[in-house]
C-alpha cells in the first residue's frame, strides 16, 4: 500500500486554475466518498481551500493510484489529457513529508499561518465521517497533527505578526491588553483604515468611531462596523477618551500635531494613545511619538515589522525541517513494514 | 548547617535565570509552569532555611546583612506568588528569579553570614519592625522588576525595534498597574514596620534613619504621582533608581552599624 497525494497550490497554478478544481465546503463529503468509489483507491481525503485543493489517497500501487484520482476529475470537473501536467503527484515519502509541511503551514502563502491546520483536520474529518479513511489515511493524519502541534510549540514559526492589520492588532494588544472596552476612531474611510479596524474588531475592540470629509461615506462604514459616524470637523472633540486612532485620509498636510494632542494627552491621566497613521502623505506629525503615552506607528513601520516577523519565521524554517524529517522518517519506516506483508502475499 | 537548603534554593532561581535567557535570546515561547514550579520550589527551600535559621537563633532571622538578603528575597518571591497571578504576569516571575538569584548569590559568595553576635534579647517589636520592614523592601524589588519590564516594552514599542523578547512581555498598561500596585503595597508596609520601630522608643539610630529617608523617598513619588500624575514612565523608572539606591543603603547601614544586629 503506497499513500500518495496529487494536486495544485497557489505556488504551481494560479487562481483561475485552483478555482476550476476546488470543492465547497457543502460538496466536500460527496466529493470523497465520489472519490474513494474509483477502484484504484482505498482510501482519500480531499483538501480545498483557497491557496491548495489536494487529493490524498492510499493506493495498492501509486502509479493506479494518480490515474484513479485523474479519472475522479476528468469525470467530475472536466480534465482533459492536456491538463494532467498541472498536478504536482508525490507518492510515499515525498507525500508524507509534503503533508507534514503542508499542516504546519511551511507551504502556506504566508509562511507559518495557522488557519491551514483547522482546513485540513476539516478535510481529514469529512473524509472519516464518510468512511473514506482507514489505518493507513488515518495513521498519516493523526502524525500530521501531532506534527503540527510540535512544530507549533517548539518553534517561533507562527510567531509575530506578518500583515499591517495584523501587526497593528499585535501592537495594541502590547498597549491596552485586552481590546474589549477600548475606543477605535478611523480617520478617513479608506479601505486601509477599514481592514485595519477590522483586524481590531475582530479581536472585540467595541466602540468604533468613523470620521470622514464624505459623511454619508463615513456613516455607511459605521453602520458597516457597527459604530458611529461623526463629522469631520469635530473627530478632535472625541480624543479625550480615545484609544486608538486609524488615520488615512486625503489631506496634503499632517492633521494631528504635537501642539493639538499635548493637551489632550495631559488630561487623560495615564491613558496612552495608539496612533496608527497609514496614510501618504502622513496625517499625524512624527513628534507626536514624543509625547509620553503616544505610540505612534505609520505605514512603513508596521510594514517593516511584518517583515521582520516573516524573516524571522524563515529562520525557523530548518529547525522545522529538521522535526518534519524525523517523523517522516518514522512514518516511512511504519509504512513500509505495513507494506511487507502485502508484498510477501501477492 | 542550613546553607546546603539555601544554595538548593539559589539552584532554583538560577534554573529559572537560565531559562529566561534562553527565552529572551531565541525568542521561543516562554514555558511559564515551568518558571512557576522553579519559583515555587524556590521558594519552599528558602522558607526551609529561614526556618531552620530562626529556629536555631530563637528569633526573626534577620541579624545581619545575610540574612536580610535572604529573608528581601524570600518576601519578593513571596510577594510574586501571590500577586503574579492574580494580575495575570506571569511572566513577572521570569525576571523574578534572576534577581533573587543575584540576591542569594551575593549572599553566599560574598560570605556575609557572619558568626552570631551577642545580641539583646529578642523584643518582638523590634523584630516585628524589621520583618515587616524587609518585607516592604521586597515589594519595592518587586516593583523594581516590573520598572525594569515597562521601560524594556516601552522603549520597544517607542522605537519600534520589536525584539523576540516584545511578544513576550505583557501589556505596558498592566505593567503599570502592577509597578504602582507595589509600590503602594511596599509604602504600606514600611510605614506599619516603621510605627512598630517607634512603638519600641528606642533613640534614633542608622537604621531607623534610612527606613525613615526610604518612606519619604517612596512616599514622595507616591505623592507626586497623586497630586501630579507623574506618569507611569517615570514612576516605572523611579521603581528601578529608587531600589538600586535602597540596596546601597543598605549595604551601607551594615558598613556604618558594622557588629551591631540590624
Not at chain 1, 479608506?190 to 459623511?215: D, P, W, Y
Not at chain 2, 521570569?94 to 549572599?107: D, E, G, K, V
Amino acid at each position: 500500500m503506497d499513500v500518495i497525494c496529487l494536486g495544485l497550490s497557489h505556488a504551481t497554478a494560479h487562481v483561475e486554475l485552483r478555482e476550476r478544481f476546488a470543492v465547497p465546503a457543502s460538496e466536500l463529503s460527496r466529493a470523497t466518498l465520489r472519490l474513494g468509489s474509483v477502484r484504484a483507491i482505498d482510501e482519500a481525503v480531499i483538501l480545498s481551500t483557497c491557496n491548495r485543493v489536494e487529493f490524498y489517497a492510499a493506493a495498492e500501487r501509486a502509479e493506479d493510484g494518480f490515474d484513479g484520482i485523474l479519472q475522479f476529475l476528468g469525470e467530475n470537473f472536466g480534465l482533459c489529457g492536456g491538463d494532467r501536467s498541472i498536478f504536482y503527484r508525490y507518492d510515499a515519502p515525498l507525500s508524507i513529508r509534503h503533508l507534514f509541511r503542508v499542516v504546519c503551514g511551511l507551504e502556506s502563502m504566508v509562511l507559518g499561518e495557522t488557519e491551514i491546520f483547522g482546513q485540513v483536520k476539516k478535510a481529514y474529518g469529512a473524509a472519516s465521517a464518510g468512511g473514506m479513511t482507514a489505518r493507513h489515511l488515518n495513521k498519516l493524519f493523526q502524525r500530521a497533527f501531532r506534527v503540527a502541534k510540535e512544530v507549533r510549540s517548539g518553534t517561533s514559526i507562527t510567531r509575530g505578526p506578518v500583515s499591517v492589520g495584523s501587526v497593528a492588532v499585535d501592537l495594541a494588544e502590547k498597549i491596552f491588553g485586552e481590546l474589549a472596552s477600548r475606543k477605535v476612531m478611523i480617520l478617513g474611510a479608506g479601505e486601509a483604515g477599514e481592514q485595519t479596524a477590522r483586524a481590531l474588531f475582530s479581536r472585540g475592540a467595541k466602540s468604533i468611531l468613523v470620521s470622514n470629509r464624505s459623511h454619508d461615506r463615513a456613516a455607511g462604514l459605521a453602520a458597516e462596523l457597527g459604530g458611529r459616524a461623526i463629522h469631520f470637523d469635530e473627530w478632535d472633540r472625541e480624543f479625550h477618551d480615545l484609544d486608538i486612532v486609524i488615520s488615512s485620509t486625503a489631506a496634503p498636510h499632517p492633521i494631528l500635531t504635537r501642539e493639538k494632542l499635548a493637551p489632550v494627552m495631559a488630561g487623560r491621566k495615564n491613558r496612552p494613545l495608539f496612533a496608527i497613521d497609514l496614510a501618504v502623505p502622513r496625517d499625524i506629525d512624527p513628534a507626536v511619538n514624543s509625547l509620553e503615552g503616544v505610540f505612534l506607528y505609520d505605514i512603513d513601520s508596521l510594514q517593516a515589522i511584518a517583515r521582520n516577523s516573516i524573516e524571522l519565521r524563515r529562520q525557523e524554517l530548518s529547525v522545522c525541517e529538521k522535526m518534519i524529517e524525523r517523523h517522516v522518517a518514522d512514518f516511512s519506516g511504519w509504512l513500509a513494514g505495513a507494506m511487507a506483508p502485502m508484498a510477501a502475499g501477492s | 548547617m542550613d546553607h546546603p537548603l539555601l544554595i538548593a534554593s539559589t539552584f532554583c532561581f538560577f534554573l529559572g535565570l537560565c531559562h529566561t535567557l534562553y527565552t529572551l535570546r531565541t525568542g521561543s515561547r516562554l514555558a511559564v509552569s515551568f518558571h512557576f514550579y522553579a519559583i515555587a520550589c524556590g521558594f519552599l527551600l528558602q522558607s526551609a532555611f529561614l526556618f531552620s535559621r530562626g529556629h536555631a537563633l530563637g528569633r526573626c532571622p534577620l541579624t545581619n546583612l545575610f540574612e536580610v538578603l535572604v529573608f528581601l528575597s524570600w518576601s519578593m518571591v513571596l510577594l510574586y506568588l501571590v500577586i503574579g497571578p492574580a494580575y495575570r504576569l506571569s511572566l513577572l516571575g521570569a525576571f523574578t528569579s534572576p534577581l533573587a538569584f543575584l540576591l542569594q548569590l551575593f549572599a553566599l559568595a560574598m560570605r556575609l553570614d557572619s558568626a552570631p553576635y551577642k545580641r539583646p534579647a529578642p523584643n518582638p517589636w523590634i523584630e516585628l519592625h524589621a520583618a515587616i520592614s524587609v518585607v516592604a523592601c521586597g515589594a519595592f524589588a518587586l516593583a523594581g522588576v516590573a520598572g525594569v519590564m515597562y521601560l524594556a516594552q516601552e522603549r520597544q514599542l517607542k522605537t519600534r525595534r520589536l525584539r523576540p523578547m516584545f511578544f513576550q512581555l505583557p501589556p505596558i498598561t498592566a505593567l503599570a498597574v502592577a509597578n504602582s500596585r507595589l509600590l503602594w503595597t511596599g509604602f504600606g508596609l514600611l510605614t506599619a514596620g516603621l510605627l512598630a520601630g517607634f512603638a519600641v522608643g528606642r533613640p534614633l539610630d542608622w537604621e531607623k534613619a534610612a527606613a525613615l529617608c526610604v518612606w519619604l523617598l517612596y512616599g514622595g513619588m507616591l505623592l507626586a504621582d497623586t497630586r501630579h500624575n507623574v506618569g507611569p514612565r517615570k514612576v516605572a523608572l523611579f521603581s528601578v533608581l529608587a531600589f538600586t539606591l535602597m540596596m546601597s543603603m543598605l549595604w551601607g547601614i551594615n558598613f556604618l552599624s558594622e557588629q551591631r544586629p540590624l
